[in-house]
């Protein structure tokens, strides 16, 4: 079977380039793709716990699935608002560029 | 039980005229205004007599308590106010002088701007005023005595568009500040020494305890006479007296000649029980008078504006009462208090008439030949030069020799004193005459050496320096004053011919009345210290003024007949100075120009306190507390504070970017750090040692 390194390791990488994604991407849609990319990666993490856990117990452990389901709901609510949000400020401003998105700016 | 005679109403009544006229005065009409102030000053003067009707009935000293003031530990002031023989005879004083005065000044400020406002300020003087003579504990006596200050400060100051009216008003302000610090350590060291601050509190304290000479006591003593000089226009505090003639001349009358300024004496025969316990400070208060009396009548000899003249007159006759007091004479030198307070302010107000009736003049020097054109001003004046001049029987010879005598027999050079006061009284008779003959005799002088000055205004000019200006355009013809200022001099011219009589010596077949009627009040300390000093015959002894022995009639006649004869002299060398050769006195000043010019210029005593006083004080505020602490020290350390939190937030509000991606990138880093901490830890650095 393959051992938990693995899918840690994978989680990883995939949330550094979320990571990575979220700080160097300019348009707001892949910003957001690259958060979606994070929350997956974690779910990935979570998993993987879930199931090294229950073969150490014996039983079934199913918190991280929760767990997933959780983020899964979240992330889709999120989803849907965040599209929202991104079509009202495209709407507005006319861009999807953020280091122009900055009324908050001192 | 004693009645009650409501004495608060004395103060109160004043104080309702002072809020009336000084809160809607100024939209009042002036009838309204001047009843209102008339009548505030009349009902007290009115209760007054009615207190004299029934003063025989009451037990003295009649205290009236009207509540608590202050109350601390075992600490009590309160708001009681006390009559005794000596009150009574201040509130004669204030209260009449203080009503004539009024009245003067109805017709005298009928043209000022600020009617209404000088009303209010009179009217506040008498509430003060009376607060301090009634005042039966030393804290409601600073009470008055303060807003005394207050309102001489208001009405020195009252034409205060003018700059030298301000400043005179302000160093009348600072100097009586000196004073008054004496006087509150003097209070802070009764309180220290007998729990209180009530007069029969403290002074039923010291009487038991025939024990207690001097050492405290004369601290004590000595810090109120600090106060007393500064109230008193005394060495060395005499200086603000001369410049409050920038006020309204019946302001000069009522507060800087009859009644504030014996505020001190008052205090000093006031607390005399501390004072017959204390022969140094006794000397002090001698030696200040005498000093002050001689001083100020030299300054006198050579001033030219009328108004000065006075002032430094004033400042002299209150040396006489000091020195009255100071040879534990109190109740001589009240005397000369009251009598005084009758002939000078007759002076001064009938000053105000003449500089009213010249339209504002107040140059002697452009004066004379008015004896025939303001014929009722310069009798009532020639009755107050007379009576100041000490020409028997009027009532400044009465009380001056009273003191002279006092001095003469007092032991501790008493002799001194008395010639000093002596040779005093001659240059008052002379200055006083100077005055009389310039102003009234001789032909009216073109006024080629006068300064062009307002009303009011101080002449400065020395008269060596001619000036040549044009004749000043005179609004009025030279005219009497109007019935409403000369019948107040009437009264005072009458009162102070008459004065004397409540006094009049034993020595030339008087009963000497006045003193007598004083003596319970000034005089009962003095037969406790006799068997007191009886008692303790050791080292008190040496120093202790005797007390007043009925006297030597026959050396009184004598002392009398000395100072009448100096008075007439005085007189006779006015006459051949300023009469009979008038070129004289100029040459007589070139002769002796050192001299001349030290007297002339006050002994530039007000150049030595600017140089000596004023110049350090002013370089340390402006420099050392101004420049070093307030700006470097307050200033700085509170900007640099401010700078700091500023540049700070500076530094740190450049994270708040407002662009995402960096918070997001913060965000990261920091996690990272996190991350590493908890992982490698935080000792792994160190544990590697």
């Known amino acids: 079977m393959v051992p938990i390194a693995y899918y840690l390791v994978l989680s990883a990488i995939l949330f550094s380039i979320g990571v990575a994604a979220f700080l160097i991407k300019r348009n707001i849609i892949s910003v957001f793709m690259s958060i979606e990319l994070m929350l997956n990666a974690v779910n990935l993490a979570f998993i993987a716990f879930s199931r090294q856990w229950s073969q150490i117990t014996g039983h079934l452990q199913v918190n991280g699935q929760i767990f997933v389901f959780f983020v899964m709901v979240v992330a889709a609510a999120e989803a849907a608002v965040g599209l929202a949000i991104i079509i009202a400020i495209f709407r507005a401003r006319n861009t999807l560029n953020v280091d122009q998105i900055d009324l908050m700016k001192l | ?689």
């Open chain 2, 1 to 689: 039980m004693s009645p009650d005679l409501h004495l608060w109403l004395l103060p109160i009544v004043p104080f309702a005229g002072f809020l009336v006229n000084g809160l809607v005065g100024r939209k009042l009409p002036k009838a309204f205004v001047t009843t209102v102030a008339l009548v505030a000053s009349l009902i007290p003067a009115i209760q007054v007599a009615g207190i004299v009707t029934k003063f025989g009935s009451l037990t003295l000293p009649h205290v009236e308590n009207l509540g608590t003031w202050i109350t601390a530990g075992a600490f009590h002031a309160g708001f009681a106010f006390q009559l005794d023989q000596l009150t009574l005879v201040m509130l004669c004083v204030v209260t009449g002088v203080g009503f004539l005065i009024h009245v003067y000044s109805v017709g005298y400020m009928v043209e000022e701007e600020g009617y209404w406002r000088f009303f209010a300020y009179m009217n506040l003087f008498l509430f003060f005023m009376l607060t301090l003579v009634l005042a039966e504990n030393f804290l409601l006596m600073f009470v008055g005595w303060e807003g005394v200050g207050l309102a001489s400060y208001l009405l020195i100051g009252f034409y205060f568009t003018r700059e030298s009216a301000a400043n005179a008003g302000k160093k009348a302000f600072i100097v009586n500040r000196i004073g008054d610090f004496g006087f509150l350590i003097a209070m802070f060291l009764l309180i220290a020494h007998f729990g209180s601050l009530s007069f029969s509190s403290v002074f039923s304290q010291i009487t038991a305890r025939p024990d207690w000479q001097g050492g405290f006591l004369t601290a004590i003593a000595l810090f109120l006479v600090l106060g007393a000089t500064g109230k008193s226009a005394q060495i060395p505090l005499y200086v603000w007296l001369p410049d409050a003639m920038e006020g309204p001349t019946p302001v000069s009358a009522l507060i800087h000649a009859a009644t504030m300024v014996t505020a001190g004496v008052y205090m000093v025969a006031r607390t005399h029980v501390i004072f017959d316990r204390s022969p140094l400070a006794l000397t002090v208060v001698a030696t200040i008078g005498v000093a002050t009396a001689f001083f100020a009548a030299t300054i006198g000899i050579l001033q030219t504006d009328i108004k000065r003249v006075l002032a430094y007159s004033t400042v002299s006759q209150l040396g006489y009462m000091f020195l009255g007091c100071g040879v534990a004479a109190y109740s001589a030198g009240i005397f000369h208090l009251v009598t005084h307070a009758f002939f000078k302010a007759l002076l001064f107000l009938a000053a105000g008439s003449v500089i009213h009736a010249l339209s504002g003049e107040q140059d002697m020097r452009v004066m004379g030949g008015l004896r025939t054109k303001i014929p009722v001003t310069f009798w009532t004046m020639t009755a107050a030069v007379f009576a100041i001049s000490g020409v028997p029987p009027l009532a400044g010879f009465v009380s001056k020799d009273e003191i002279l005598y006092q001095a003469f027999i007092a032991p501790n050079g008493g002799k001194i004193f008395w010639a000093v006061g002596l040779l005093t009284a001659g240059l008052t008779s002379f200055y006083m005459f100077r005055l009389w003959y310039m102003t009234f005799f001789g032909e009216r002088r073109a006024p080629e050496a006068a300064q062009e000055d307002n009303h009011g205004a101080p002449v400065h000019a020395r008269s060596d320096t001619k000036l040549t200006l044009e004749a000043e355009p005179h609004a009025h013809p030279v005219h009497e004053s109007p019935w409403v200022m000369l019948g107040p001099l009437v009264i005072l011219a009458i009162l102070s011919v008459i004065g004397g009589f409540m006094g009049w010596p034993e020595a030339l077949g008087g009963s000497n009345w006045f003193t007598h009627f004083l003596e319970p009040a000034v005089q009962t300390a003095h037969l406790s210290y006799e068997q007191t000093s009886v008692a303790i015959a050791t080292g008190a002894a040496h120093a202790v003024p005797a007390p007043t022995p009925a006297g030597n009639h026959h050396l009184e006649l004598m002392l009398a007949l000395t100072s009448t004869l100096v008075a007439f002299l005085g007189w006779l060398f006015a006459h051949i100075l300023y009469y009979a050769k008038p070129a004289l006195p100029a040459r007589l000043a070139t002769q002796l120009h050192g001299l001349y010019s030290l007297v002339r210029n006050k002994y530039w005593v007000d150049e030595i306190y600017g140089a000596l006083i004023v110049a350090p004080v002013l370089f340390i505020a402006r420099w050392l507390l101004g420049v070093l602490i307030d700006r470097a020290v307050i200033d700085g350390g509170t900007l640099t504070a401010g700078y700091t939190a500023q540049g700070f937030g500076a530094l740190v509000a450049r994270i708040q970017s407002g662009n995402i991606r960096s918070y997001a990138g913060w965000l990261a880093l920091f996690a990272a750090v996190l991350l590493a901490v908890s992982y490698f830890g935080l000792t792994a650095h160190f544990s590697l040692r």
